[in-house]
């Protein structure tokens, strides 16, 4: 079955300080991986997605995920963290095991303090 | 293009009684899932609907029922409802199953049972 873990409750960063929101996945076969963001009493909304190629992923926001095929993981990134980044971060893993179901990691909080 | 829109945004429910939840999906989305969010479990998947049929069911009492119509929009029922139903019920749609095509989520209805 298909997985994905989020190693971390809560990132706490400053300002300006770049950020990384870890992610691993448990697949088999070739992993489908996204990343969304939920701000407080919305919905997701959806950041970046790696289904192939380049394993430098660009999204909104100017966040980026970097896919590791050896390591599994797809930790998202930002060179420069606005207080306005934090929020509730998701890493999601297709499973095409599963009719294509969508798995959810537990979530990280991101706190960025000016 | 209008986002995923979910209705009514909040309802207060007592035990025993059932509940619909709406959602209407993105124009051109075929796909429409169903996730349950709480604190302590995450976000749980309920079941997608794809051309009228459900695809795929999580792992959900048979309290928890859901139906699409032809126009894609979908419906959610929970039937004798219990305390532990209280939460944020997100929708989200895709414009297939395709597994590299994203979720768009819409902004939620909160149930809280009392």
């Known amino acids: 079955a298909q997985s994905v873990a989020q190693p971390e409750d809560q990132v706490n960063v400053a300002e300006g300080n770049p950020l990384t929101v870890k992610c691993t996945y448990s697949?088999?076969?070739?992993?489908?991986l996204f990343w969304y963001v939920q701000y407080p009493n919305r919905g997701l909304q959806f950041l970046l997605k790696?289904?192939?190629?380049?394993?430098l992923v660009k999204g909104s926001y100017g966040f980026e995920a970097e896919f590791n095929k050896s390591q599994t993981s797809f930790h998202l990134k930002k060179p420069s963290a606005l207080v306005s980044d934090s929020a509730l971060y998701f890493c999601?893993?297709?499973?095409?095991?599963?009719?294509?179901?969508?798995?959810f990691g537990s979530g990280t909080k991101l706190n960025v303090k000016p | 293009k209008a986002g995923v829109t979910q209705t009514p945004r909040y309802l207060i429910k007592t035990r025993g009684q059932q509940v619909t939840l709406s959602c209407s999906p993105i124009?051109?989305?075929?796909?429409v899932s169903w996730y349950q969010q709480t604190p302590g479990q995450g976000l749980q998947f309920l079941f997608e609907?794809?051309?009228?049929?459900?695809?795929n069911k999580g792992n959900f009492p048979g309290r928890f029922s859901g139906r699409q119509f032809s126009n894609s929009r979908s419906e959610m029922n929970v039937s004798t409802l219990e305390l532990g139903d209280s939460a944020l019920y997100l929708c989200?749609?895709?414009?297939?199953?395709?597994?590299?095509?994203?979720?768009?989520f819409g902004p939620g209805t909160r149930l809280t049972v009392t």
């Open positions: 609907y794809f051309s009228e049929t459900q695809r």
């Open positions: 989200a749609s895709s414009l297939a199953l395709e597994p590299s095509y994203e979720q768009y």
């Open positions: 999601a893993v297709r499973d095409m095991e599963n009719f294509n179901k969508f798995y």
């Open positions: 697949v088999s076969g070739n992993p489908y």
């Open positions: 790696y289904i192939t190629g380049d394993n």
């Open positions: 124009s051109g989305h075929r796909s």
